[in-house]
């Protein structure tokens, strides 16, 4: 099994057994926006053992077997649901308090850590970006791929998925981006000896955003918009 892994792509594993994203995590092998590359080729990039790296999600992969969650089991109408009450929710509820933390270790801490302002200045951009984009997908997109289950075959079909779900695609990239600087800035989520509480506090804060975006994205990207995309064409070609 570990040798066919190493052929299939992060984003095809992932949707196959989201437990897996655990070893991609610990690994910091991108699978929602770099999700399109082998197993062999994205260890080879960050210099880790393929083969090594395919034996835990192997082992992933027996003990999970029984309960595995198939999210491609599930209507265009329960992936967006899910989406919405899951992480559009837990993301609403932890940007603002992140950016508060933020503001407050940065302020008192800053002179001595120059690093923070510019973690406070990256996730500034990503709380107003993330903010818009979700009211964006959950006022327009959404209803949009819910509607293509429930549409009148006698009406002409009026939707365009493509392009607005070109546009997600592309902020999800510039978000996993922001992410990524503010890892780095963050010294993957390490605070200093002298750090306080509240300085402790938003980097586990930020780590355990991070992880749940990629968890987001990814189920938009590798499945919720193919999964669109695929029922939209075969309703276009059905009313023509």
């Given at each position: 099994?570990?040798?066919?892994?190493?052929?299939?792509?992060?984003?095809?594993?992932?949707?196959?057994?989201?437990?897996?994203?655990?070893?991609?995590?610990k690994y910091k092998l991108d699978f929602c926006c770099n999700?399109?590359?082998?197993?062999?080729?994205?260890?080879?990039?960050?210099?880790?053992?393929?083969?090594?790296?395919?034996?835990?999600?192997?082992?992933?992969?027996?003990?999970?077997?029984?309960?595995?969650?198939?999210?491609?089991?599930?209507?265009?109408?329960?992936?967006?649901?899910?989406?919405?009450?899951?992480?559009?929710?837990?993301?609403?509820?932890?940007?603002?308090?992140?950016?508060?933390?933020?503001?407050?270790?940065?302020?008192?801490?800053?002179?001595?850590?120059?690093?923070?302002?510019?973690?406070?200045?990256?996730?500034?951009?990503?709380?107003?970006?993330?903010?818009?984009?979700?009211?964006?997908?959950?006022?327009?997109?959404?209803?949009?791929?819910?509607?293509?289950?429930?549409?009148?075959?006698?009406?002409?079909?009026?939707?365009?998925?493509?392009?607005?779900?070109?546009?997600?695609?592309?902020?999800?990239?510039?978000?996993?981006?922001?992410?990524?600087?503010?890892?780095?800035?963050?010294?993957?989520?390490?605070?200093?000896?002298?750090?306080?509480?509240?300085?402790?506090?938003?980097?586990?804060?930020?780590?355990?955003?991070?992880?749940?975006?990629?968890q987001h994205v990814h189920l938009e990207n590798n499945i919720?918009?193919?999964?669109?995309?695929?029922?939209?064409?075969?309703?276009?070609?059905?009313?023509?």
């Amino acid at each position: 099994m570990s040798k066919e892994l190493l052929s299939k792509t992060l984003a095809q594993i992932v949707t196959e057994n989201r437990q897996v994203a655990s070893v991609f995590e610990k690994y910091k092998l991108d699978f929602c926006c770099n999700g399109k590359r082998s197993l062999e080729l994205a260890c080879e990039e960050k210099h880790l053992q393929a083969d090594d790296v395919a034996a835990e999600i192997d082992n992933i992969l027996r003990q999970q077997i029984q309960v595995l969650n198939d999210f491609n089991s599930l209507s265009l109408t329960e992936l967006v649901e899910y989406i919405v009450s899951t992480h559009h929710a837990y993301t609403k509820r932890e940007l603002p308090q992140i950016f508060a933390y933020l503001q407050k270790v940065s302020s008192k801490h800053g002179e001595r850590h120059n690093e923070l302002y510019r973690i406070f200045e990256c996730f500034a951009k990503l709380k107003e970006e993330m903010e818009m984009h979700m009211r964006k997908e959950e006022r327009i997109l959404f209803p949009k791929i819910e509607e293509l289950e429930t549409i009148d075959q006698r009406i002409e079909l009026s939707l365009n998925l493509e392009a607005p779900i070109s546009v997600m695609e592309d902020e999800h990239e510039h978000a996993g981006n922001l992410m990524a600087e503010i890892r780095q800035y963050s010294n993957n989520y390490t605070p200093p000896d002298d750090a306080c509480t509240t300085y402790r506090l938003s980097f586990a804060a930020l780590q355990a955003l991070e992880k749940d975006l990629h968890q987001h994205v990814h189920l938009e990207n590798n499945i919720l918009f193919p999964k669109a995309i695929k029922l939209f064409n075969k309703t276009k070609n059905s009313l023509n």
